[in-house]
Nanobody, 127 residues
Framework: QVQVVESGGGLVQAGDSLRLSCVGS????????VGWFRQAPGKEREFVAV????????YYADSVKGRFTVSRDKAKNTVYLQMNSLKPEDTAVYYC????????????????????WGQGTQVTVSS
């Protein structure tokens, strides 16, 4: 059994940075790919980024490419989402999710590929 818990959200101004953390529990967490998703009020959940189990492969949504960076620290069982140059349209609840992917990360990994989800952390960017 794997559990993931997000933290690091908050209220910032446009142009600021935030780093979200996703801490995983369970001995097998290091073998899971971890994805980040977000959901703004009235909108559907959307893919943000994913990192594979090895941390060598990542993929980003076009809307965050060049601004967000996903990484993982296996020793700490933690995956990070560094968010720079934040925009008001980045405002959303951010979720991390863990999934056993049987293929390399070469593109967007949709929500159905993940088995475990966190409770979410709110990110609000003011203009």
């Amino acid at each position: 059994q794997v559990q993931v818990v997000e933290s690091g959200g908050g209220l910032v101004q446009a142009g600021d940075s935030l780093r979200l953390s996703c801490v995983g529990s369970g001995r097998t967490f290091s073998t899971y790919a971890v994805g980040w998703f977000r959901q703004a009020p009235g909108k559907e959940r959307e893919f943000v980024a994913v990192v594979d189990w090895s941390a060598f492969s990542t993929y980003y949504a076009d809307s965050v490419k060049g601004r967000f960076t996903v990484s993982r620290d296996k020793a700490k069982n933690t995956v990070y989402l560094q968010m720079n140059s934040l925009k008001p349209e980045d405002t959303a609840v951010y979720y991390c999710a863990a999934g056993l992917l049987l293929k390399p990360v070469t593109g967007e990994v949709g929500p159905n590929e993940y088995d475990y989800w966190g409770q979410g952390t709110q990110v609000t960017v003011s203009s």
